[in-house]
C-alpha cells in the first residue's frame, strides 16, 4: 500500500484513523489497515510533527475482557477500543487514512482512565 497524505494537524483526539500497524512483535495488535482511535490531544497532535498516540480497534466485543471498551452503538466503528495496546506513531513513516468519524469525548475520556489504571 501507498502511503495516503492526510493532515495531521487536523486529526482531533477521538479520531478513528486506519492505519498501518506493520510491522509488529510478539502479542502487539497487528493489521494492514486496522482501524485506531487516536488518545493524543489535538494540540499534541498539531506540534508533534505526525506524532499520534492511538489505541487499535477490534471488531470483538467481549465484556468478560475488561480492557476491552466497547464502542457505544450509533458509530460506523463497530467493536472495541484495546486500552493496553497504546502506540506511537510517526504517520510520515506508515500509510494511514482519517475515516472522518470522530467518537465523543466521554468514550475517549473512559479509554484514557482505564490506561491510566493500567499504568499506575
Known amino acids: 500500500m501507498s502511503k495516503v497524505v492526510n493532515e495531521v494537524s487536523l486529526l482531533e483526539r477521538g479520531a478513528v484513523i486506519r492505519i498501518n500497524l506493520n510491522p509488529t512483535q510478539g502479542r502487539e495488535q497487528m493489521g494492514n489497515a486496522r482501524p485506531c482511535l487516536v488518545l493524543s490531544n489535538t494540540l499534541f497532535n498539531q506540534v508533534r510533527n505526525r506524532l499520534v498516540i492511538v489505541s487499535p480497534i477490534t471488531s470483538a466485543v ?43 469525548a466521554q468514550f475517549v475520556d473512559r479509554v484514557v482512565a482505564l490506561l491510566q489504571l493500567i499504568i499506575n
Open 62 to 104: 467481549k465484556p468478560e475482557i475488561q480492557t476491552l471498551i466497547a464502542i457505544p452503538e450509533g458509530y460506523r466503528v463497530k467493536g472495541s477500543v484495546i486500552a493496553e495496546q497504546v502506540r506511537t506513531l510517526d504517520l510520515r513513516e506508515r500509510w494511514w487514512q482519517d475515516t472522518g468519524e470522530i467518537l465523543a
